[in-house]
Structures are given as C-alpha cells and as structure tokens.
C-alpha cells in the first residue's frame, strides 16, 4: 500500500455540500472581518511609528567635548544702552573673563536706550556662574537698570524632536521688565546631561536644566548699587537618555496571527452557540405543533 502523505493533514476538509450558511453567520463574519480589519491598521500604525525609551544612569556621555559645554544666550535689557551691557565669565577652574566679545553681538533697542544681547560660547564642566551686567564697562552709570527678558538660554547641541518634551530652554521667555530697576538676579542652574540615539544608532549631546531664581540688592564695597544678572550653574552626575525604538517584525507578525486566529476561534464559538440554540428552538416549536 502506498504511503499517503495526506493523513498527516490536520485541516480536514468537509465537503461543501455538506455544510449550511446561515443570515447569522453572514453577519458575524462580516462583523470578524471588519474587526480584523481595524486591529491590523491599529498594529500596523504602531509598527511604522517609533518609540521613544528613556533611561537614567550616572556618566558623562560627552566624553570627546573636551570638558566643554556650548552656551547659546539671547537676553533684552530695554532700558540699558549697549555700550554697559558686557558678559563675564568666571568657574572653579580658575577662568575669570570679563567682558567676553567673541560670537556675540549687541543689537540697540528703543532708539539706543536698550539693548538685546545675543552671544554664543563655551564653559567648562565644573561649577561656575557667567553674568550680565556693566562691570566691563569703562564708565559705570549712576542708576543701571537690569530688568529683562530672557529670550533664549540652552546647553548644547539643539534637539528638534517632537516626542522629547524636555526643559531644554526652561528660561526661554522669562520677563523681569516690572521688577526693582536697582535689583541682581541670581539664576541657579542645575545643568542635566541629555543624549537622543535615533534609530541608526547616531547620538546627539545636548543638556536640560532646572531652574531657581532670587532678585536682591546688592552692594559694592563703596555702597554703590551695581546691579548683574547671575546665572550660576552646577552639573548633575545623572545623565538622561532618549532611545528611539521601533518594534521588532517578529512581534508583528505574532501579533497578527494571534489577532486572526483568535477571532476567528471567538467569532466560530458564538455562531456556534446561536445555530445550536436557534435548532434547539426550532424543534421546541416542532414539538408543540404535534
């Protein structure tokens, strides 16, 4: 006897003449389908898009920067000319320069009342402050006036991702202009080190702060009031990180079988149940007609 291949198949056939269709049937698979359907589009719109996987952990990522972080400030004083605005910077490794010019530009404001400073620059990562105020100037004016709007203050590289809500620029859009003309502005900064690895694997270095702020008057040893906007920052040892993921196709597809055997296995039990009572009815009702 030859051998047959064919009973190893677990799919049985059942001849078609042997089967009934039924309005209720119709209507469920019509239903199975249409839900299938949109579970599919729903697992495939989650396949195309990516995720964003975020982690904590304690290094620093930039290691090839030298010990560097780059400064990018745009600030507006409006009532105080662009001759006396100057930015010092000054940290524990010794750096102390005053009045730094280079990458930097002053724009008048008000007809040469104001001025809007917009500078970029490096700073090195241990604690350490850089400050707005007239102290590089030749000639100190009677009463400065350091009320402001700081228009942009970010660290590093800049991130334009969309699903990456960070405090990139926390001081973006701050406005002292109805605070004491006479008054310091101490901004602490506690700097926190960013990196985004997008899906080919290609990292990008940037840096999140949160912010503290106190206004005084302060002093000079003479009793004069010299007023400055400080902007004092320390470095976090926490770095955070953002990893773009896709999902594997693997899960897909697993994901896709299940979603069709299983409702197909739900959808063949209830029209199961309703043709198994529907009969059931029909030979009650027999019964009472005889």
């Not at 119709?26 to 982690?55: D, Y």
């Not at 904590?56 to 400030?73: A, E, N, R």
């Not at 507006?76 to 910077?89: E, F, R, T, W």
């Not at 994901?255 to 029209?271: E, L, N, P, Q, S």
């Amino acid at each position: 006897m030859p051998f047959d291949v064919r009973r190893f198949d677990i799919y049985r056939k059942v001849p078609k003449d042997l089967t009934q269709p039924t309005y209720t049937g119709a209507f469920i698979s019509i239903l199975c389908c249409v839900f299938i359907l949109f579970l599919f589009l729903s697992e495939l719109t989650g396949f195309i898009a990516t995720e964003i996987v975020n982690e904590l952990y304690v290094d620093d990522p930039d290691k090839d920067s030298g010990g560097k972080i780059d400064v990018s400030l745009n600030i507006s004083l409006p009532n105080l000319h662009c001759d006396l605005v100057g930015l010092d910077i000054q940290d524990e490794m010794g750096r102390h320069e005053v009045g730094h010019i280079d990458n930097s530009m002053k724009i008048p404001l008000n007809h040469g009342a104001g001025c809007r400073f917009e500078g970029e620059f490096t700073i090195n990562k241990v604690p350490g402050n850089f400050h707005v105020s007239t102290h590089s100037a030749t000639a100190q004016p009677q009463n400065p006036d350091m009320t402001h709007t700081i228009h942009k203050l970010a660290f590093g590289e800049k991130l334009q991702v969309q699903k990456v809500q960070g405090a990139f620029n926390a001081l973006g859009g701050a406005n002292k202009l109805s605070s004491n003309p006479l008054a310091s502005y101490d901004y602490i900064l506690k700097i926190v080190p960013t990196v985004y690895e997008d899906l080919s694997g290609k990292q990008r270095f940037s840096y999140q702060y949160t912010v503290a702020n106190k206004e005084y008057v302060a002093y000079s040893h003479t009793g004069r009031i010299i007023p400055a906007i400080w902007f004092r920052y320390d470095l976090s040892p926490i770095t955070v990180k953002y990893t773009e993921r896709r999902q594997p196709f693997y899960r897909f597809i697993t994901t896709i079988c299940a979603i069709v055997g299983g409702t197909f296995t739900v959808a063949g039990i209830i029209d199961s149940c309703i043709f198994t009572a529907s009969e059931a009815w029909k030979k009650i009702q027999i019964g009472k007609m005889s």
